[in-house]
């Protein structure tokens, strides 16, 4: 349980830093500066952030481990790296969705294609 409390206070801090900012640049209304849904920005901004949590983290435990593996591995914080996947699957889930093939249009520009084809003869 104590191992989530640097991950809430980070992913709060990016979440209320990226509502501050969408507010200021964007000149949005503060309920349209909610951060729930998927934004791609706050997306990456989150994978940076628990990405930069994950080294900090990684780095504390090494020097804290003196190359002790055992100790290393006691020292992570998993919910962090846990976090950390999480947010990169996502980031990469909406990668590979936004570069998928749309079915429908693809159908309808065959359709579209045969019916002009079948005119012309």
Same mark, same amino acid.
């Given at each position: ?9 980070? /992913? ?18 503060? !309920? /349209? ?7 791609? /920005? ?13 080294? #900090? ?21 998993? #919910? ?16 590979? !969705? ?9 159908? /309808? ?13």
């Amino acid at each position: 349980m104590a191992q989530a409390i640097p991950v809430v206070i980070n /992913e709060m801090s990016i979440r209320l830093l990226w509502a501050i900012k969408s507010r200021v640049y964007s000149n949005k209304s503060w !309920k /349209e500066c909610i951060p729930i849904g998927s934004h791609p /920005e706050l997306r990456r901004m989150l994978l940076t952030g628990h990405g930069v949590l994950c080294l #900090v983290d990684g780095l504390d435990a090494i020097a804290r481990s003196k190359g002790q593996i055992l100790l290393f591995a006691l020292h992570l914080n998993f #919910v962090a790296w846990k976090r950390l996947a999480f947010s990169g699957l996502m980031e990469i889930r909406a990668l590979y !969705k936004e570069n998928a093939i749309d079915i429908a249009a693809l159908d /309808e520009d065959l359709w579209n294609e045969w019916n002009s084809l079948y005119q012309q003869n």
